[in-house]
C-alpha cells in the first residue's frame, strides 16, 4: 500500500534540511535547483516558513535558519542531555576538567550541556546557555573544523584553542548526526596533554554520536 505524504510539506520540509546543511545561507534561486523545483514554487516555500519564524531571510537576499526552531529544539534538549549527560560526566571525572557540550547555531556556540568535576579543587567554571562566535572557544572551533572537512575524518579529531585569561581547551566535533552541529570539549586552566586529552574525549564523542544518530 502506497503512503499518502504531502509534497508541499515534504518539499518545505526539505528547504529546512538544506539550509541546515548550508549555515551560511542560501538565495530563492540556489534552493530552487538543490531541490530541483521551480523558482516560484520555491519562494512561496520560503514565505510561508519565514510567517512561522522557521527561515529568515537577510538584506542580502540569503535565506537562513529561523528562531522559531529554537521552541522547537527545546523538546529535543531533553533528549540530548539525557543522552549526553553520562559520557560527560565521566569525562569530567576522568580527567578532571569541566567538560561541556556545545551545539552550533548559526556561526555562534551555544553551551547546552557542562559536568564539574567533583575530585577537582580547581577547575574553570563554565554556565549552559552561554553563547559565544564559534571561532572564540574549542568546541566552536571543532565545529568549524568539521564543516570545513565536510565529511571527512579529521586527524587528529580534536581542535585545540589556547584561549584569553590562560584557560586551555581541546574539543571534537560530534559527527554522523543530521541536522546537528556539536562537538564535546572540555576547558582547563592547566596546559593540556594532547595525545592523551585528546583520544579521550574523542571517545566520548563517538559515544554520544551513537546515542543521538
Known amino acids: 500500500m502506497t503512503k499518502e505524504t504531502s509534497q508541499t510539506l515534504d ?3 526539505g528547504v529546512l534540511e538544506i539550509l541546515a546543511e ?5 538565495s530563492v534561486t540556489e534552493l530552487s535547483h538543490k531541490l530541483d523545483v521551480g523558482r516560484t514554487v520555491v519562494y512561496r516555500l520560503v514565505v510561508t516558513l519565514e510567517a512561522h519564524s522557521l527561515l529568515r531571510r537577510s538584506p542580502d537576499g540569503k535565506c537562513r535558519l529561523g528562531l522559531g526552531l529554537l521552541a522547537l529544539a527545546r523538546v529535543i534538549q531533553p533528549l540530548v542531555r539525557d543522552a549526553s549527560g553520562p ?7 576522568a580527567l578532571g576538567c ?5 551545539i552550533a547555531d548559526s556561526n555562534d556556540g551555544l ?3 557542562v559536568s564539574e568535576p567533583n575530585r577537582s579543587d ?5 554556565r549552559i546557555g552561554t553563547r559565544s562566535p564559534l571561532e572564540g572557544s574549542a568546541g566552536g572551533r571543532a565545529i568549524l573544523a568539521a564543516r570545513t572537512a565536510a565529511g571527512r575524518q579529521l586527524d587528529p579529531p580534536w581542535v585545540v584553542a589556547n584561549l584569553e585569561g590562560g584557560t586551555h581547551g581541546l574539543a571534537v566535533p560530534l559527527t554522523g548526526i543530521t541536522g546537528l552541529e556539536a562537538s564535546v570539549g572540555i576547558i582547563s586552566a592547566r596546559e593540556l596533554s594532547e595525545p592523551e586529552y ?6 566520548t564523542a563517538q559515544e554520544i554520536s ?4
Open 11 to 13: 518539499r518545505g520540509l
Open 22 to 26: 548550508h549555515p551560511e545561507g542560501l
Open 87 to 93: 559520557a560527560l560526566r565521566m569525562l569530567a571525572e
Open 98 to 102: 569541566t567538560a561541556y557540550l556545545m
Open 111 to 113: 553551551v547546552a550541556l
Open 122 to 126: 580547581t577547575h574553570v567554571s563554565m
Open 198 to 203: 585528546g583520544a579521550r574525549i574523542a571517545r
Open 210 to 213: 551513537r546515542l543521538l544518530a
